[in-house]
């Protein structure tokens, strides 16, 4: 019975969606791990950074946008003097970019492909991102009652769908051109 376990294995590997899937999880894997291993051993060079750049971003929207003095420090974003949003680590939105970009790598399409799929929406999310961020400080100084909802279930589970559309809008675009 074990003798037969490599055959049935790369059968099971011969079928594209396996190996996207498989190409996936290792991929989505592979960045989370690296993530997780960058913050664990506080190097700094990678979370944090990238944690500030999305608050200096979501501040200056916030002062566009919203009717409130708005203060920017690290990773923190304070509204009026009286109310704050801290940026933390797994608030940042670098999962759902992995996820979007382990979608794409994964996908049988060209490098041609994967890279312009990458170019094109892993920006759109980070976008996305930026204004889910400003909701959250709207939220936080309007609505404080709801901010744990919106939060954790609501704008989370929003980004996570747009995920979904984009990547499917990629495979479409990418299967017509293959």
């Not at 204004?131 to 009652?145: D, E, K, M």
Request: glycine share 8%; hydrophobic share 55%.
């Amino acid at each position: 019975m074990l003798t037969r376990l490599p055959a049935r294995i790369s059968i099971l590997l011969g079928d594209t969606r396996v190996r996207m899937a498989v190409s996936f999880l290792l991929i989505l894997g592979g960045l989370n791990f690296l993530y997780y291993l960058e913050k664990k051993l506080a190097l700094g060079i990678w979370d944090q950074p990238y944690t500030h750049f999305v608050a200096l971003l979501s501040g200056y929207l916030c002062r566009i946008i919203l009717p409130y003095s708005i203060s920017v420090s690290g990773d923190i974003i304070g509204v009026d003097g009286r109310t704050s949003v801290i940026i933390q680590s797994g608030c940042n939105g670098l999962e759902a970019l992995f996820l979007m970009a382990a979608g794409i790598l994964s996908f049988p399409a060209s490098w041609h492909q994967r890279l312009g799929g990458l170019a094109r929406y892993l920006p759109l999310i980070f976008i996305l991102n930026l204004f889910r961020v400003v909701l959250l400080v709207y939220i936080a100084h309007s609505h404080s009652a709801y901010l744990n909802v919106f939060h954790f279930q609501i704008a989370q589970g929003i980004l996570i769908v747009f995920v979904l559309f984009f990547w499917i809008h990629y495979i479409r675009r990418a299967d017509q051109r293959l």
